[in-house]
């Protein structure tokens, strides 16, 4: 059982969870306590303001958090069915993603306003403990604007409590919400009762501190294109405690590491039903500990986008001579398994692949040294073709690996087992269990998911500086102090402001993937059309090709999503976003 106090609320009319430092879990019923009541003494005050944290969890758990990054030029989603009308073209403003996503944060708001409405004056605590809680929830309440300011560019404003029928107001603009998340995190700032960080084992381990609340803030200037801000505050950032995690990569998304100084904000979850994540079911295969559906899947040009492990681009042809001159349905040839039997090359002679390049012996080694000479991010984050996953079947553990065309009878050799067994797709490592005894089930992986982390701050730090003093040596190092951990040379021969922005978003596509913030980096920088939506990109196999369906880019509307219909149904002070329509 895990040695802090998990941030895991439910609020007033919810059960409240928290996890503590023995091996049970303590719950209570609330929902007969009415707000005016829940402020009325010091552990209830806690519990109200346990509740406010818990308002994260609604938007990241379950597949939601996925969503963003299945949308973005990371990762991509197998089935059309599967809550991929935004990259399709066919998505409307009641789609439950707008819906959701509104809601959840508001209600995070809601919440937010009624503790700051009670603790300063009716919540019988401690000064310093008043003043402490006061941060924490100012910066949550920041937090929750800055969700919804970073998509919906502009929405109601509330800094008090409301009745429902009350919350009516119209959109401010997008500057003004800038300012009431800058003012909420300033003010959380300056209390001294803030703590600069939490020690690992802390019990109060995952509540908001100072570190948090300067990061925020210096994401939210980059957004506003305030460089000179953010610059300042991402540096103060490094100044209270967090440091890079400087083992293996893949073992920092797991449970042992997730109070380390790195992760400076997380989503706290425990294995507990309900109360976890659900990374498991949604990323893995069927041979994972829970039998996953590999839904969303890692996207062929992100994986292609992984440099060499000199530093150097990936080319194909490098590899593969010819390659990239060839069609999608040639290069299966390079993919498959060795020992093919007759009726298997003529299958896919058919299919069109140019088997006079297949090797009945050495196939499968030949493709493999295209992923085993590349930044040792790529296989940390990706199961690539023929390498291996210690995964669990039919009560045991085993060692299985990634072949094509998938045999079920090739016991001992155990090819890795899917919910797309007839195509081949690259499938995740990160945030995927191993064995049979790191999760209790694959529907509440207990692993906390970080929000913020250091290498986050460190990049955006880079891109700060880059935007004020083009190719600037310190932006280059702070680049490079990223890479170095992750195992990859230092950058060099930078040429200017354009050539490094460019490295910096690629070095935060490959440090943060699966983290919830690829989308909205892309929605920031405006490269998502580009990077998503060119010609012909699509849903598509390990060779590249269109195979499922296409994307479609609409307009850019896109960019600024669409009110939920039946908010502007109900407040009709709510103006819809130019360009979305029924």
Known sequence: ???????????????????????????????????????????????????????????????????????????????????????????????????????????????????????????????????????????????????LNMVYKGVPVYLEPVAPDQANRARETEAKVWEVIINDLTDAITEPNLPNMYQPGDANFGRATKAAAYALRGKAYLWMKDYARA??????????????????????????????????FSVQNIGLDGYGSYTQKWLSSRVAYGSGWNVVMPAPDFVESFENADGTPFNWDDYLPGYTTMTPEQRVVFFLRDGLTNEEKAYFTDLGADMSKYLDVGNEARIKQVYDNRDPRLKATIITPYSQYFGY????????????????????????????????????????????????????????????????????????????????????????????????????????????????????????????INLFDEMRWGTWKDKKFYSGNGTKQIWGGQNTFNYNWKGDYLYTWPIPRDEVERNSNLQQTPGWIE
């Open 1 to 147: 059982m895990k040695k802090i106090r998990k941030i895991i609320g439910l609020f007033a009319a919810i059960v409240i969870l928290a996890a503590c430092q023995k091996d049970l879990l303590d719950t209570a019923p609330y929902g007969s306590i009415s707000s005016g009541n829940m402020w009325q003494s010091e552990n209830l005050a806690d519990l109200g303001v346990l509740g406010v944290y818990s308002a994260l969890r609604f938007d990241y758990t379950g597949l939601n958090r996925l969503y963003f990054d299945e949308l973005s030029f990371t990762a991509q989603n197998r089935d059309p069915e599967e809550n991929v009308l935004m990259v399709t073209g066919t998505i409307t403003s009641s789609h439950p993603l707008f819906t959701n996503y509104w809601k959840q944060n508001y209600e995070g708001i809601h919440r937010a306003n009624d503790a700051l409405a009670n603790l300063p004056e009716k919540a019988p605590l401690p000064e310093e403990k008043r003043g402490r809680l006061i941060a924490e929830v100012k910066f949550l309440r920041a937090l929750f604007y800055f969700n």
């Open 231 to 264: 610059e300042a505050d991402l540096r103060k950032v490094g100044t209270l405690g967090p440091e890079l995690y400087q083992g293996p990569y893949e073992r920092l998304f797991k449970e042992e590491n997730e109070q380390h100084p790195e992760m400076i």
């Open 393 to 516: 079947l039919g009560g045991e553990e085993a060692t299985f690996t990634l072949r094509w065309p998938y045999r079920t009878d090739q016991d001992p050799e155990r090819d890795l087992r899917t919910d797309t067994n007839n195509k081949f797709y690259y499938l995740w490592r990160k945030w995927v269990y191993e064995g049979g005894n790191e999760t209790p089930d694959a529907w509440y992986c207990p692993t906390d998911q970080p929000l913020i982390r250091y290498a986050d701050v460190l990049l955006m730090l880079a891109e700060a500086i880059n935007e004020q003093r083009g190719g600037d040596a310190e932006a280059v190092n702070l680049v490079n102090t990223v890479r170095q951990r992750a195992g990859m040379p230092d950058i060099s021969g930078v040429s200017g402001q354009a050539d490094l922005r460019e490295r910096i978003r690629n070095e935060r596509r490959w440090e943060l993937s699966m983290e919830g």
